[in-house]
């Protein structure tokens, strides 16, 4: 019984004096006695060097809804405690001149005094969600003096979310609170849980995750090659267009957020080229390597995945020949040359592991051999993944 009276904690809600007559500050504290935990107000006014002495009065509301003096203290200093219990109270100073006369009288100013319980949480539920399933944003938190009037916040970073309490206890020792789900992200959630008169208590059990916190994907598929700029592909091979290729790609997601998936794929177009011509025959092959910087976007409840990746890598030419009339023969040409890509693609999941993948993506390489030369190029890409 002893603890839970001590539990009790008394604050002014409303002091309100008129500045030029005193300057009142919100100045209490606790004090154990014999019947329990007591709360001291200070009451604090501006000093006035031409008073003899103050007169404080105050009364309390009594249960006739009248007002009834509960004590009245002669001081000649600008301040006096007050033993006060919960209810309403109304107060005011009387000034006395050097003649010992009233000088001034204030008017009577309202405050009221509650109590305030100190909340505690001693467990939530669910303690972990996962953004994979279906959510509704509704906890229960179990413990002490949990009501209607206790406001709930859960935080996780800048991710500050006002929880709606939908359910209470009779004893006041559990509720349910909902946030919206849509809100929810990952992360290691504090749980705050404040009463009237600023007790608080808070918890650090509530975590939101994937079940799944990284992913491996493996994909292979056609991506033939369009050159847009480049004379010697057009003067050589007599074409820009060349469709026989073939595209792997390897993606890990260690990173992913409510919003979207962050990471990086290694990525592969191998180009086989050739002609052959009354003058010559030309047989090459074409590897745009590069690593790119992934962002994934879920959509339709995950079933959808639009991507974005740019980056960087190496283009290089294999072992490029040419073989003219009566058997002769150029030397083999090998090259790299430095190039950067970017592109975009939608993937659409089959079941929680396969899926297809059609994108586009732009290679842009400098020939460092030719004055340099710019090589511009669109790689479409047809591919099926499976995430492992």
């Not at 009245?72 to 100073?93: F, M």
């Not at 004893?171 to 009463?195: C, E, H, M, W």
């Not at 409510?258 to 177009?269: A, D």
Request: glycine share 6%; charged share 20%; proline share 4%.
């Amino acid at each position: 019984m002893e603890n839970k009276i001590k539990k009790i904690f008394l604050t002014i809600i409303l002091l309100i004096i008129p500045a030029f007559i005193w300057a009142q500050t919100q100045n209490y504290y606790i004090q154990d006695t014999a019947d329990g935990a007591t709360f001291i107000q200070t009451f604090r006014w501006e000093a006035n060097p031409y008073v003899q002495k103050y007169v404080f009065i105050i009364e309390k509301l009594n249960k006739r809804n009248k007002w009834e003096q509960i004590d009245k203290k002669e001081t000649e200093t600008n301040s006096v405690e007050e033993s006060l219990t919960a209810g309403e109270y109304r107060y005011k100073l009387e000034l006395y001149n050097f003649l010992g006369y009233v000088e001034l009288e204030t008017e009577w100013q309202a405050v009221s005094i509650t109590k305030a319980y100190q909340p505690e949480i001693s467990s939530v539920s669910p303690r972990t969600v996962f953004l994979e399933e279906q959510q509704d944003g509704i906890f229960t938190i179990d413990g002490e003096e949990l009501g209607e009037d206790t406001t709930i916040v859960i935080q996780a970073g800048t991710n500050i979310l006002d929880g709606k309490i939908i359910q209470t206890s009779r004893r006041k020792n559990s509720i349910k609170f909902q946030v919206n789900p849509d809100d929810l992200d990952t992360g290691k959630y504090t749980i705050t849980a404040k009463n009237p008169g600023g007790l608080t208590d808070v918890n650090k059990d509530l975590r939101i995750q994937f079940k799944k916190p990284t992913d491996f994907d493996f994909a292979g598929g056609y991506s033939p090659i369009l050159i847009l700029g480049d004379s010697n592909f057009k003067k050589y091979f007599e074409s820009t267009v060349y469709p026989i290729a073939i595209d792997f790609k390897m993606t890990f997601i260690p990173l992913k957020k409510k919003f979207g998936y962050y990471g990086f794929n290694f990525s592969n177009t191998i180009l086989f080229l050739n002609t052959d011509n009354t003058a010559y025959s030309i047989k090459a092959g074409m590897l745009l390597s590069h690593i790119d910087f992934v962002f994934q976007k879920p959509l339709l409840n995950k079933k959808m995945f639009l991507e974005f990746h740019v980056g960087g890598g190496i283009t290089t030419i294999l072992n490029m020949q040419f073989e003219f009339p009566l058997n002769i023969k150029s030397d083999s040409l090998y090259s790299m040359n430095p190039c950067v890509a970017a592109g975009g693609s939608m993937l659409f999941y089959l079941n929680k592991r396969l899926y297809l993948e059609a994108g586009i993506d732009y290679n842009f390489t400098i020939n460092i051999a030719e004055k340099p030369l710019m090589i511009h190029s669109i790689v479409p890409v047809i591919n099926i993944g499976w995430q492992f």
